[in-house]
């Protein structure tokens, strides 16, 4: 008579082992059966970890991005409703990115400042039509200078404490305009105390800072740069001047306790994947919400290789993600953002 219920029984055949030769400790046993692997699963990804970047730029129509499959620079009125579907999916917050006109680019970005720049009539738009979706915006020049610096530049060098009070300013508009978040994403010394002040100073008491604490000099940027169109701008300059070496480890260290003392309520690693070493550090070391930014290199590589057929699409990004969480992270900034929420809403 077969038993009333099913038990793996992995071994068909009886190995003619010494006794002392078979495992008593067999990792596989709780991998034998689905309901096990859940039961002992560490960790999981949910909708509630995911941030979605969205590019918007000036004109009425909606453009693809070619090193990034899938990802669109919007106009504010697609954007509104690409946010009103994320937020449907319960994402919690969107990152927006501006892709700023050529004209209205200058050596000193003071398109940064303007209150009526896209960024700011973005936000403005999103807050207004779907409030209850988080909103982050960038503290950095890039988008803005006919350079591609995230600062001004004088003799040549990026300017660290001048550039700071452009920082203050265009975080303050971003902030009046609706914004949740500032992410200083410059990599200049001290901008994160300074806006904390700025912010203090003017009553946004309320408004959080997650800093791009350990930002590295990284060639995975380069999808971004495309989508945003400061790639031709920048040219072959390199930000190693003040973003990361991405040889130093006990330096994120550091970089991360200057944000955290100057007042960063949450902190960032980017890129992602390949410094995933740095996630668990700092959150091992500082215990405070933790973010990984999953780059647009790194979307641009697993979608080229799904597209070659060489990886399963769904699989690599749901296991990507979950490295984050594994890794230590509190959440990933992610252009899969919006495909991972529908894949865990359907339940697998
Ligand atoms: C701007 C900024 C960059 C990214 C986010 N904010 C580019 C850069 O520093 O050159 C990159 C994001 C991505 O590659 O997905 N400072």
Redesign the pocket.
Known sequence: NPLPFRRPAPEAERADLPLSAYPRVRLRRPRASDWSRRLVAENVLTVDDLIW?VFVHEGDDVIDVPSMPGVRRHSVDSLVDAVGEAGELGVPLI?I?PAVDAERKNDEGTEATNPDNVVCRAVRAVKQHVPDVGVLC?A????FTSH?H?GLIRDGYVQNDITLEVLIRQALIQVEAGCDII?P???MDGRVGAIREALEAHGHHNVQIMS?AA?YA?A??????D??G?KAN?GKAT?ATY?MNPANGDEAMREVAMDIAEGADMVMV??GMPYLDLCRRVKDAFHLPTFA???????AMLNAAADNGWLDREKVMMESLLSFKRAGCDGV?T?FAVEAAKRIRAGD
């Open positions: 970047p990152a990115f960038d950095a020049l890039d988008p591609g995230d992410a994403s410059d990599m791009y930002k990284s995975f940027y380069g999808p971004f740069r989508a945003i400061s920048l930000k973003q980017k890129p930014y999953q780059v647009s290199g790194e979307y900034l252009y």
